[in-house]
């Protein structure tokens, strides 16, 4: 679904970002950070090479407990 808020985990909803998904599953590092700005799809490239993959994995979601810092009084 194209405006679903969500990340996508498949490439068929996922426009370009081609390149990205071919890096992240060719790479044999244990650690490997996906960084750039909010809503940019990060969350998404790593969705649908995890998926493409086909190895098991475990996706902990931490806004889940995010604590509002925001500067409101
Ligand atoms: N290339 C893309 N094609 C289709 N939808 C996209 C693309 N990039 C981002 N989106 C959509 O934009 C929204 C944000 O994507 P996503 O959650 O993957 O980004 P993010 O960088 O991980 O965001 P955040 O910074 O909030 O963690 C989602 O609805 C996602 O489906
Ligand atoms: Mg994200």
Known sequence: MIFDPEPKG??????DR???IGKI?????PITLVLG???T????VIHVALNELSLPYTYIDLRKFA???GGGV
Not at 41 to 44: A, C, F, M, V
């Open 37 to 39: 700005l909010r809503r």
């Open 25 to 29: 599953k060719s790479l044999s590092s």
């Open 41 to 44: 799809g990060k969350s998404s």
């Open 67 to 69: 604590v509002d810092c």
């Open 18 to 20: 081609v390149e990205e």
């Open 10 to 15: 498949s490439r068929r909803d996922l426009f």
